[in-house]
Nanobody, 127 residues
Framework: QVQLVESGGGLVQPGGSLRLSCAAS????????IGWFRQAPGEEREGVSC????????YYADSVKGRFTISRDNAKNTVYLQMNKLKPEDTAVYYC????????????????????WGQGTQVTVSS
């Protein structure tokens, strides 16, 4: 049974940092790219970042480039999203997702590229 479990969300002040984790089980996680998405109230779910199976290829939304870093530890079946210099507009529920194919699909931020999703973790950036 495929499971993705996010953790690490919380309340942080503008300019602060958080590290999200996505723990994968029920499949060989290093066989698939993993993506991070977020959804703010009243907004569409949007792609934040994606990482290849080996971790050698990464993609970022323009809005988070230079502030967020995606990484993975395949020995721990876990993907991370380090978020620095957080802004109020980063407030959202963050989800990780497993890509359908073993290669990153195009475009990486299309929800149709992913077949399993976690339950999400809330990130709130506010003073």
């Amino acid at each position: 049974q495929v499971q993705l479990v996010e953790s690490g969300g919380g309340l942080v002040q503008p300019g602060g940092s958080l590290r999200l984790s996505c723990a994968a089980s029920g499949f060989t996680s290093d066989h698939y790219p993993i993506g991070w998405f977020r959804q703010a109230p009243g907004e569409e779910r949007e792609g934040v970042s994606c990482i290849s199976r080996s971790g050698g290829i990464t993609y970022y939304a323009d809005s988070v480039k230079g502030r967020f870093t995606i990484s993975r530890d395949n020995a721990k079946n876990t993907v991370y999203l380090q978020m620095n210099k957080l802004k109020p507009e980063d407030t959202a529920v963050y989800y990780c997702a497993k890509m359908r194919a073993r290669q990153i699909g195009t475009p990486w931020y299309s929800r149709r590229q992913y077949d399993y999703w976690g339950q999400g973790t809330q990130v709130t950036v506010s003073s």
